[in-house]
């Protein structure tokens, strides 16, 4: 008899279990038919919720059943499996895939759609610079799965009918798999004499690394000098699932809470929430209810994908470009590249806008899918599109560069960052003669960001008063640093006047300045002497440094030398004869001709 009752609970518990099985794999097996599965992120679902797939909302406060119905007829199955990856690109396709998000909820999140949170806020981190180099630790345990029984699947059940009817949602959440995530986001500046990829690849080690790593009984973290060296130059952001009291925010603390995350879900997975969800549309339980009419397209997924991918590389350079140290000693370059990084965050804005309201529309049924697709082409064909965007940042970053080289060679040269701050160093100098080298092209009217701002302003519905025709002859217009002829005379011009600040670097009687200047009507550069704070030219041109001396007349006791003649000057100078190389003396001497020293 002990025998029989033995072999009869393990009977019951085996029909049990090849009976819950079985219920489950019919479920999934419904799933292509049926079932959306949508992630969580970081969305507070629970079963029995409804659910808009048009706009990708939860609709709270509203419920097909009653709760204590759903409690008694919900099924649980344990499902633990844990995954440790490491990514290595930041683009919304690779985390997208991180956190499971299909093409349709990917469009809503790309259109402001969705509030994520949780780990899923690790989509809306992206790099800031290009001289960053990232790498990503994922971390995922799912604990358990939940979902309704066969029971409530049926409009007979259902307490609250009128949602059928009033088209608030189209879907129902019948099944959640429970878990949690977690992402490491490690970065590393990359300085301009070192190579982006080595960087990246030692930080990837690294962070493949994390798994060998341990933690003794006291907290203390086992890591070998050259480890902790290499680790020193890394920061971490955290986004999870996790309740942390302290976010890591180096290696080693991230090393530390990586370690504490299985128990940090609770020894039961109490701690789980959300991360995979299905639903069941509302026409299978009454064919009256609001359906999705049709999905958005994978290529104009895609294609919305690039635009805002293109949008943040281009404020990523902007914010290189304005972190070099050019922009500290010429303000309005910087102020030139942030208005162009301000207006393509109002037109980011104003795409995702129309993004949001459009989405749903096209899911209702309401518009048609070729609306998107006319907002795509109305993107590219105006002056935001990728190319001339792209074309104007990289112009800026030439001038940029131009002007980093003038800054290397002038080194010594007192730099003044605004022509107030020049009129303030000529009252205080008491340089007889002050030499300044001025940039007349900086403060230049940059027309392609007068017509962006046109553009944004018609948008608003704002009319303006240029058109095409003269928007196509502003871009035509050539710049400064695009004209060799200009380079060129600047080039020797900087020279010129390096040289000439050398040679006169004792002299308490001169002074050599730099700054920028506007009004000028001259492209690039022109060099202007003062004599006691008076301006004496705009164009002056210093001597160019002589050539071999020549001697032209011998007595007993010395010789007469002349100099090669400057352009600008002529001089003569006699010296002793003493056996050892002449020495020249080439200094700031007043003339009485116009224009020269």
Partial sequence: PCMGQVVLKVCVCVCVCVCVAFHRTKVMEADSKTHVKVAALGRPFHLGMLYDCRSDSLVPGVMLWDPEDLVKDTLENSQHNTEFKIHASDSIENKSSALNIEASLKASFLGGLVEVGG???????????KKQARVTLQYKTTTKFKQLSMNHFGRGNVKCPYVFDQGIATHVVTAILYGAQAFFVFDQEVSENEDHQNIEGNLQMMVEKINCFSVDGKGTLKMTDDD???????SCKFYGDFALENNPVSFQEAVKVYTMLPKLLGERGEHAVPVQIWLLPLTYLD????RVGHEISLGLVQETQTVLEELSGLQMQCNDLMNRNVTSHFPEIGTKVKDFKDMCLQYKS????????ILPLI???????????????????SLFNSNTLQKWLDSKEREIDILQIIIEVMKDTTMLTSEKAFDIEMF??????VVCFAFTSLNDKEPYLRHLSEYLKTLSGVNTVHTETERRQDAELPRWYFLKDVLDTMRRQVYLFVDFAEANKDSTNAQFLSTSVSGSGHKGGKIYL??????????????????KLRAIERTHDGMTVELGPPKTAKDTLLVKETGKNIESLWSLEPQEQENQL
Wanted: aromatic share 8%; proline share 4%; hydrophobic share 20%.
């Fill in 228 to 234: 902790n060296a290499k680790a020193e130059n890394f």
């Fill in 530 to 547: 003062y004599k006691d704070s008076k301006k004496q030219t705009d164009n002056f041109e210093p001597p160019s440094k002589p050539g």
């Fill in 119 to 129: 780990s899923a806020n690790f989509l809306k981190d992206t790099k800031t610079s």
């Fill in 287 to 290: 064919s009256s209810a609001t």
């Fill in 350 to 357: 104003i795409f995702q806008t129309s993004l949001s309201e």
């Fill in 428 to 433: 205080k100098s008491k340089a007889k003669y």
């Fill in 363 to 381: 899911r209702g049924g309401g518009k048609e899918e070729r609306e998107l697709a006319e907002i795509l082409k109305r993107k590219q064909q």
